[in-house]
């Protein structure tokens, strides 16, 4: 009874599930067309999630009129069936299927091995058994193993037309019903009926859902280990059907055995740089124990946030460190960039001896530019043992830092003739398919297109799906005929509509669209409650075309531009279109959380030129706050926007006029269902803000504008403002207000009023060394405020501002402070002699020249931190006497200076 020994690879032990799916064809088309496109995107995605990869092996064509010819048609099907071993799919209806002939029997005899592998089958053909019941015999009834296997059958209640049904009482009519019968009886795989196209695909879907859960069951994971899937995942998603290039692969090698410590893939989009670094991930595996770190941030939750990559990496070496999943959320360090930046260095060098380490960084292009995140300055040194692969496009800004920096690139480049033949070949025959060699020059050779991988493999995912055999050589055509990479995934759009519409509607229109207008993507809760399409049609559309889009924070965009552009050519043009799909988001954003709002309504706002609603809802000083911190350069963009269209309407000074934020729900006036304009006197004032946040807004707006339109006298407006506010709180010691004195120290500097700045400068020093760590950037930079302003009071005695009577002061006693007190200073210092050095500098703090004072005291402790501890103490000090030498003379040097 048994069949001959399976000799495929173990699919469950490889995470694979390779499904064959059988039945009769041309009544069974909409099944089949319906499974294909509805059915098995949903279950790829399901499997995907557990890092497991799904192929359907779905023989409606794929034979080729040559091999036809051959009688090679039976060898292919029943090879297909042990490649899919243990999966199997049949479907019947009223339908026995094709026999053979025998002549067609003859060519199968002449030019295949099918009755030596399979000596079973001389009887079956003899008693004129279809194709369909040697398949379903073959895969699972003559089998002894255990088997994935489901039986659908076509309830008689569904409408069949006369042609696909056997005549009542004919032979074939009889088999058809011995064959049910038989696998009625048999007890181990299951038989269900539908009474529907929709129906049959539900029960396919629950079955194989639970299929996969019983084979690869997922448990609860942490955050942490969901991403770690969600990257895993993606990177073997890539290593499919892939054509290497050996000149590639072995630069990658190169670089790993060279002393460099950074490469820089690079190509334009789509060109297959993913693919590449993941099949040679996949073969280095095999042959080398280094470690590796691999994280992709266009397939990631980060949306690009640095501060969540750096956490991911710190999560990922602690797990090196430790050899154990150490976290089990991915903390945010928004904020603490410098804590989480040393934190990655140390834990970098803490692994140092623990062999080789290669991190992999792939679509850098898609980080977020917040704080220049774009010049990777977010990164730390790496140790030696430590390299480090960026992969990126060739226009974005990551690749000009990268050639700043001299760094070694790899250029992906179009694939040639030879590699497209071959891929067409490898990648068709993976799903039971082949075309004619005239075919696949053609997909080839004519025109450019399928140079870029992306588009080839799209062009083949086209073809592949599509059911009609004698139909194929014309959807070839169609998509060779594109005349460039737009074009051509217009015509995907074209055939997307006609699968996926939803009754009556612009299903798949608004669904593009309105992805397309948005800012960085939206919610799939978003999508669903705009075009009102039920979670079905959505789900079917997203999971067949999943490899176009991709998801970041939740929120679905396009992963590539080629499908943008054709979306906005296809539906967005002109204008008007276009600024429909964003009046709905517009609307729809009256009712949505203020996150959403302060994300997406300013971008809406900005690109349909409604200034008015724009500037009033930018007024809102939460709004400003969210976006300050999130983008300054998504702010500046709509600032510098309503500048540009009216400059006096709308005056940045509005904020000072301002004292509480807008009221969020007064942003819209909604009249019959249209979206209306909306002037400032809508806007409502509600009493909400402390004075100490509002000193925190104005500080921050300050900066802001004086940043974007270099406008100091606006700034210092809202500085002294601030300043009136301070007047009446008591929190004057705030770190916060360290900033505004170090702003309007700025001011007063680049005036040329240096002992005005020196006031504030000093001012903002005092703060933060009381309230802030030795090592906070703040207390850094305000100190060297400080210090440079003393540098130039001193050495420029012809300054432009008015000679004061310090000023003159200073003219007379410059010379003994330089030329008598500074050396014999630093002449005690050579000797050896510190503490007398020291001492000097503190009793000439009882004088009443004490910036001279504090330049030479400046220079001392700064030549002291060069001498290593061993030499400092032979010489009755220390480095850390040194470190409280320095803050005690600040600490009485202010004193002084306040008195």
Same mark, same amino acid.
């Given at each position: 009874?048994?069949?001959?020994?399976?000799?495929?690879?173990?699919?469950?032990?490889?995470?694979?599930?390779?499904?064959?799916?059988?039945? @009769?064809?041309?009544?069974?088309?909409? +099944?089949?067309?319906?499974?294909?496109?509805?059915?098995?995107?949903?279950?790829?995605?399901?499997?995907?999630?557990?890092?497991?990869?799904?192929?359907?092996?779905?023989?409606?064509?794929?034979?080729?009129?040559?091999?036809?010819?051959?009688?090679?048609?039976?060898?292919?099907?029943?090879?297909?069936?042990?490649?899919?071993?243990?999966?199997?799919?049949?479907?019947?209806?009223?339908?026995?299927?094709?026999?053979?002939?025998?002549?067609?029997?003859?060519?199968?005899?002449?030019?295949?091995?099918?009755?030596?592998?399979?000596?079973?089958?001389?009887?079956?053909?003899?008693?004129?058994?279809?194709?369909?019941?040697?398949?379903?015999?073959?895969?699972?009834?003559?089998?002894?193993?255990?088997?994935?296997?489901?039986?659908?059958?076509?309830?008689?209640?569904?409408?069949?037309?006369?042609?696909?049904? =056997?005549?009542?009482?004919?032979?074939?009519?009889?088999?058809?019903?011995?064959?049910?019968?038989?696998?009625?009886?048999?007890?181990?795989?299951?038989?269900?009926?539908?009474?529907?196209?929709?129906?049959?695909?539900?029960?396919?879907?629950?079955?194989?859902?639970?299929? *996969?859960? /019983?084979?690869?069951?997922?448990?609860?994971?942490?955050?942490?280990?969901?991403?770690?899937?969600?990257?895993?995942?993606?990177?073997?998603?890539?290593?499919?059907?892939?054509?290497?290039?050996?000149?590639?692969?072995?630069?990658?090698?190169?670089?790993?055995?060279?002393?460099?410590?950074?490469? *820089?893939? @690079?190509?334009?989009?789509?060109?297959?740089?993913?693919? %590449?670094?993941?099949?040679?991930?996949?073969?280095?595996?095999?042959?080398?124990?280094?470690?590796?770190?691999?994280?992709?941030?266009?397939?990631?939750?980060?949306?690009?946030?640095?501060?969540?990559?750096?956490?991911?990496?710190?999560?990922?070496?602690?797990?090196?460190?430790?050899?154990?999943?150490?976290?089990?959320?991915?903390?945010?360090?928004?904020? +603490?960039?410098?804590?989480?930046? #040393?934190?990655?260095?140390?834990?970098?060098?803490?692994?140092?001896?623990?062999?080789?380490?290669?991190?992999?960084?792939?679509?850098?292009?898609?980080?977020?530019?917040?704080?220049?995140?774009?010049?990777?300055?977010?990164?730390?040194?790496?140790?030696?043992?430590?390299?480090?692969?960026?992969?990126?496009?060739?226009?974005?800004? $990551?690749?000009?830092?990268?050639?700043?920096?001299?760094?070694?690139?790899?250029?992906?480049?179009?694939?040639?003739?030879? =590699?497209? #033949?071959?891929?067409?070949?490898?990648?068709?025959?993976?799903?039971?398919?082949?075309?004619?060699?005239?075919?696949?020059?053609?997909?080839?050779?004519?025109?450019?297109?399928?140079?870029?991988?992306?588009?080839?493999?799209?062009?083949?995912?086209?073809?592949?799906?599509?059911? #009609?055999?004698?139909?194929?050589?014309?959807?070839?055509?169609?998509?060779?005929?594109? /005349?460039?990479?737009?074009?051509?995934?217009?015509?995907?759009?074209?055939?997307?509509?006609?699968?996926?519409?939803?009754?009556?509607?612009?299903?798949?229109?608004?669904?593009?669209?309105?992805?397309?207008?948005?800012?960085?993507?939206?919610?799939?809760?978003?999508?669903?409650?705009?075009?009102?399409?039920?979670?079905?049609?959505?789900?079917?559309?997203?999971?067949?075309?999943?490899?176009?889009? +991709?998801?970041?924070?939740?929120?679905?965009?396009?992963?590539?531009?080629?499908?943008?552009?054709?979306?906005?050519?296809?539906?967005?043009?002109?204008?008007? /279109?276009?600024?429909?799909?964003?009046?709905?988001?517009?609307?729809?954003?009256?009712?949505?959380?203020?996150?959403?709002?302060?994300? =997406?309504?300013?971008?809406?706002?900005?690109?349909?030129?409604?200034?008015?609603?724009?500037? $009033?809802?930018?007024?809102?000083?939460?709004?400003?706050?969210?976006?300050?911190?999130?983008?300054?350069?998504?702010?500046?963009?709509?600032?510098?926007?309503?500048?540009?269209?009216?400059?006096?309407?709308?005056?940045?000074?509005?904020?000072?006029?301002?004292?509480?934020?807008?009221?969020?729900?007064?942003?819209?006036?909604?009249?019959?269902?249209?979206?209306?304009? %909306?002037?400032?006197?809508?806007?409502?004032?509600?009493?909400?803000?402390?004075?100490?946040?509002?000193?925190?807004?104005?500080?921050?707006?300050?900066?802001?504008?004086? @940043?974007?339109?270099?406008?100091?006298?606006?700034?210092?407006?809202?500085?002294?403002?601030?300043?009136?506010?301070?007047?009446?709180?008591?929190?004057?010691?705030?770190?916060? $207000?360290?900033?505004?004195?170090?702003?309007?120290?700025?001011?007063?500097?680049?005036?040329?009023?240096?002992?005005?700045?020196?006031?504030?400068?000093?001012?903002?020093?005092?703060?933060?060394? #009381?309230?802030?760590?030795?090592?906070?950037?703040?207390?850094?930079?305000?100190?060297?405020?400080?210090?440079?302003?003393?540098?130039?009071?001193?050495?420029?005695?012809?300054?432009?501002?008015?000679?004061?009577?310090?000023?003159?002061?200073?003219?007379?006693?410059?010379?003994?402070?330089?030329?008598?007190?500074?050396?014999?200073?630093?002449?005690?210092?050579?000797?050896?002699?510190?503490?007398?050095?020291?001492?000097?500098?503190?009793?000439?703090?009882?004088?009443?020249?004490?910036?001279?004072?504090?330049?030479?005291?400046? +220079?001392?402790?700064?030549?002291?931190?060069?001498?290593?501890?061993?030499?400092?103490?032979?010489?009755?000090?220390? $480095?850390?006497?040194?470190?409280?030498?320095?803050?005690?003379?600040?600490?009485?040097?202010?004193?002084?200076?306040?008195?």
């Amino acid at each position: 009874m048994g069949t001959r020994k399976r000799l495929q690879p173990d699919l469950i032990e490889n995470r694979q599930i390779r499904i064959f799916i059988s039945s @009769t064809f041309k009544d069974m088309m909409p +099944e089949r067309d319906y499974l294909i496109n509805k059915i098995f995107p949903e279950l790829k995605r399901y499997c995907q999630e557990r890092d497991v990869t799904l192929f359907e092996l779905d023989l409606r064509w794929g034979v080729s009129e040559e091999e036809s010819k051959q009688g090679r048609t039976v060898e292919i099907c029943l090879e297909e069936i042990e490649n899919t071993h243990p999966f199997f799919i049949g479907i019947l209806g009223e339908r026995y299927g094709w026999t053979l002939t025998e002549e067609e029997q003859a060519l199968m005899k002449a030019n295949t091995r099918v009755f030596e592998t399979y000596p079973w089958i001389t009887d079956m053909l003899s008693k004129g058994t279809s194709i369909t019941e040697i398949e379903i015999q073959h895969g699972v009834l003559r089998s002894d193993e255990n088997l994935n296997a489901h039986f659908y059958f076509r309830s008689p209640e569904m409408e069949t037309p006369a042609e696909f049904r =056997e005549k009542e009482g004919s032979i074939e009519a009889q088999k058809l019903k011995n064959l049910k019968k038989e696998i009625c009886e048999q007890k181990k795989y299951p038989i269900q009926n539908y009474t529907s196209i929709e129906d049959l695909g539900k029960q396919v879907e629950h079955d194989f859902k639970a299929l *996969v859960d /019983k084979l690869f069951p997922q448990g609860v994971l942490s955050e942490l280990e969901k991403e770690r899937l969600q990257q895993k995942a993606f990177l073997k998603s890539r290593t499919g059907v892939y054509i290497a290039n050996p000149a590639y692969m072995a630069k990658l090698d190169a670089f790993v055995k060279s002393n460099s410590s950074t490469l *820089v893939i @690079t190509g334009k989009s789509g060109i297959g740089k993913s693919a %590449l670094i993941a099949n040679w991930i996949q073969r280095r595996k095999k042959q080398s124990d280094e470690h590796l770190i691999y994280y992709s941030v266009s397939n990631s939750e980060s949306g690009g946030d640095y501060r969540k990559i750096t956490q991911w990496l710190i999560n990922e070496i602690e797990s090196l460190a430790k050899n154990a999943y150490m976290r089990s959320a991915i903390h945010d360090f928004s904020g +603490e960039k410098d804590k989480s930046k #040393k934190k990655l260095e140390e834990l970098l060098f803490s692994i140092e001896n623990k062999g080789k380490l290669l991190i992999v960084l792939d679509d850098v292009n898609q980080l977020m530019d917040v704080e220049n995140a774009k010049r990777l300055n977010w990164l730390p040194t790496f140790p030696k043992n430590v390299k480090i692969i960026y992969i990126t496009r060739q226009n974005d800004k $990551t690749m000009e830092v990268f050639q700043y920096r001299g760094y070694e690139t790899l250029v992906v480049q179009p694939l040639n003739r030879k =590699e497209r #033949k071959q891929l067409t070949t490898e990648y068709l025959k993976v799903f039971g398919k082949s075309l004619l060699p005239e075919q696949v020059n053609r997909i080839a050779t004519e025109g450019s297109i399928t140079e870029n991988t992306l588009v080839l493999r799209t062009f083949l995912e086209e073809i592949r799906v599509f059911g #009609k055999h004698e139909e194929v050589d014309k959807r070839i055509n169609n998509y060779l005929s594109a /005349k460039d990479i737009e074009s051509f995934f217009d015509r995907m759009l074209e055939r997307i509509e006609v699968v996926y519409s939803y009754r009556e509607t612009n299903f798949v229109k608004d669904v593009f669209s309105l992805i397309a207008v948005s800012r960085v993507g939206l919610s799939e809760t978003t999508l669903l409650e705009l075009t009102g399409a039920p979670l079905l049609y959505w789900s079917q559309l997203f999971n067949a075309i999943s490899i176009h889009l +991709e998801t970041r924070n939740r929120l679905i965009t396009f992963s590539h531009q080629f499908l943008r552009d054709a979306v906005q050519k296809r539906y967005l043009f002109p204008k008007e /279109k276009e600024n429909k799909y964003r009046e709905q988001i517009v609307i729809y954003l009256k009712s949505s959380s203020a996150d959403l709002q302060y994300n =997406e309504l300013p971008h809406q706002l900005y690109e349909m030129h409604a200034w008015d609603e724009l500037y $009033t809802f930018l007024l809102d000083f939460d709004v400003f706050e969210y976006i300050y911190d999130k983008d300054k350069s998504e702010l500046g963009k709509y600032w510098k926007g309503l500048v540009d269209a009216d400059k006096e309407k709308y005056s940045t000074r509005k904020y000072l006029d301002i004292e509480t934020p807008v009221k969020r729900n007064a942003m819209f006036d909604i009249h019959g269902g249209e979206f209306t304009g %909306l002037s400032l006197s809508h806007i409502t004032i509600v009493s909400d803000i402390s004075p100490p946040v509002l000193v925190k807004l104005y500080c921050k707006i300050g900066q802001f504008f004086s @940043t974007l339109f270099a406008n100091d006298e606006l700034s210092f407006e809202y500085y002294i403002k601030t300043l009136n506010i301070l007047e009446n709180i008591s929190d004057s010691n705030h770190p916060n $207000t360290a900033v505004l004195n170090n702003n309007i120290g700025i001011f007063y500097a680049k005036r040329g009023d240096y002992l005005k700045a020196f006031e504030y400068f000093q001012k903002a020093t005092i703060i933060v060394e #009381k309230e802030l760590d030795a090592n906070h950037p703040n207390r850094i930079s305000f100190r060297e405020n400080l210090n440079r302003v003393l540098t130039i009071m001193n050495e420029s005695k012809t300054s432009s501002f008015e000679a004061t009577p310090t000023q003159n002061a200073l003219d007379k006693t410059g010379t003994y402070y330089n030329d008598i007190l500074k050396p014999r200073v630093m002449n005690l210092l050579n000797n050896g002699e510190i503490s007398k050095a020291e001492d000097l500098l503190f009793e000439n703090l009882e004088t009443n020249f004490l910036d001279d004072i504090f330049e030479i005291a400046y +220079e001392f402790y700064k030549k002291l931190r060069t001498y290593n501890n061993a030499w400092l103490v032979e010489h009755n000090f220390s $480095t850390q006497e040194v470190e409280d030498g320095w803050k005690d003379f600040q600490r009485e040097f202010f004193k002084r200076r306040q008195t």
